[in-house]
């Protein structure tokens, strides 16, 4: 099955804070399970968007990360991004660059659904740390059409 993105994506909405729902397992991630994580978007002039990711453990300890979100494609397929969080000297090489693809959207931006075409990276994000369950699982739902396998899901965020 094949993995779609929105057909639109309007950068500007997607600006600020999101909370971290739900999430795949990845390398990148390792051992944030029950933590809340955070993720600000900030559109540059541009066109580019900073990404800042930051983590409270259980402990209380806390981690963050800044990167950079493009468009290369913004006329044609607004929602298929690419994400660097390497140093800003290393991203002239292209395989710094990660997919960032926005497959699910709630039409006043409250909630997000993104992935990849290899279907190893996936999350639900919103804009509070907690999400209506007939939300959760409808986003769940469209994944899973598209072949996510979900059976590892991590819920990080809380779900009403």
């Known amino acids: 099955m094949t993995i779609t993105s929105v057909s ?3 950068l500007t909405c997607y600006m ?3 909370y971290e729902i739900a999430r795949l397992p990845n390398p990148f991630q390792r051992n944030s399970e029950g933590s809340m994580v955070t993720i600000d ?3 540059n002039q541009d066109g580019t968007v900073s990404v800042h990711n930051a983590v409270v453990y259980k402990d209380g300890t806390n981690q963050s ?3 950079l ?3 290369r494609y913004p006329d044609n397929y607004s929602a298929r991004l690419e994400l660097s969080f390497l140093p800003s000297w290393l991203r002239w090489i292209p ?3 990660g997919k960032y693809w926005v497959i699910g959207l709630d039409t006043d931006y ?3 659904v993104v992935g990849e075409p290899s279907k190893r990276y996936f999350w639900i994000l919103a804009r509070q740390p907690k999400l209506a369950n007939s939300t959760f ?14 059976n590892n899901l991590i819920i990080t965020g809380a779900i009403e």
């Open 8 to 10: 639109s994506l309007n």
């Open 16 to 18: 600020g804070k999101w």
């Open 41 to 43: 978007y900030t559109l």
């Open 65 to 67: 990360v800044d990167g």
């Open 69 to 71: 979100l493009i468009s």
């Open 95 to 97: 395989f710094v660059w």
């Open 110 to 112: 409250k909630w997000s």
């Open 137 to 150: 699982e409808q986003a769940k739902a469209n994944a899973t059409n598209m072949g996510y396998d979900l």
